[in-house]
């Protein structure tokens, strides 16, 4: 039995709605007990003593194996008497423990957990605004594969390891073209100064022989015109 012999009617109304409605929520990957306001529908034993979360989460398979338990505080019920008998009680158990606070009562809770080293696997925040309540999760514990240190295989002397293999394999190509380029680069650079060079060269070609003075046209000589020869009568032939 919670500490809170006695909680304000209005507080555990909501107590219990807030139950009800993860009820629903939970039920979708596990099955669902729930020990809402004075029931005891379900205990968990830790050691010899029984206790009573306010929901009990079990696995679908027939083992019904203990997977989780939730715990739902109010606004007065988050305090160290509070955390010593239920939270530090529901913690110790191999299944993971489930906190729900108001807003406002959050970093009690979570100063609470941290003074007295109560490992909570999952911290929510409810908020109930008219007929809706809405959840939201400010802390997760890491889980076990992600606690596991991770163990780096040391790879020889003078080998780079996988991941460097990797970059250098990646790096290679990008050389090889950068290789492929550079003579391409080379030939085209030195393939067009050559015109240049030929139209210098031939530049000078064409002022020279632009400065090559005209030679002026020798002047006709006149031509004496020949007297025409006379013709002498021919002989009569006797």
């Not at 989460?57 to 509070?82: A, N």
């Not at 109930?128 to 596991?148: E, G, L, N, S, Y």
Request: charge should be positive.
């Amino acid at each position: 039995m919670s500490p809170i012999l006695t909680r304000p009617i209005r507080e555990q109304l909501e107590h219990d709605r807030v139950i009800r409605q993860l009820q629903a929520r939970y039920k979708r990957k596990h099955e669902v007990v729930i020990n809402p306001g004075a029931e005891q529908n379900q205990s968990v034993t830790v050691g010899e003593l029984a206790v009573y979360p306010d929901l009990v989460l079990f696995s679908q398979e027939k083992s019904r194996r203990l997977e989780g338990t939730v715990e739902v505080e109010t606004g007065e019920s988050v305090h160290l008497l509070e955390a010593r008998a239920e939270w530090g009680v529901f913690s110790k158990l191999k299944a993971a423990f489930h906190l729900y606070v108001p807003p406002q009562a959050l970093d009690a809770a979570r100063r609470l957990c941290d003074e007295h080293q109560i490992p909570v696997a999952e911290i929510w925040t409810y908020h109930i605004a008219m007929d809706q309540i809405r959840f939201i999760q400010v802390f997760r514990a890491p889980t076990a594969v992600a606690a596991r240190p991770v163990t780096e295989k040391k790879a020889p002397a003078g080998r780079p390891a996988p991941a460097e293999k990797k970059v250098l394999a990646q790096e290679a190509p990008a050389e090889k073209n950068e290789k492929k380029a550079a003579p391409k680069a080379k030939a085209r650079v030195a393939s067009k100064p050559a015109p240049k060079a030929a139209k210098k060269k031939a530049a000078p070609a064409r002022a020279a022989k632009a400065a090559k003075p005209v030679r002026a046209a020798k002047p006709a000589k006149a031509r004496a015109s020949k007297p025409a020869p006379k013709r002498t009568p021919a002989k009569k032939r006797r």
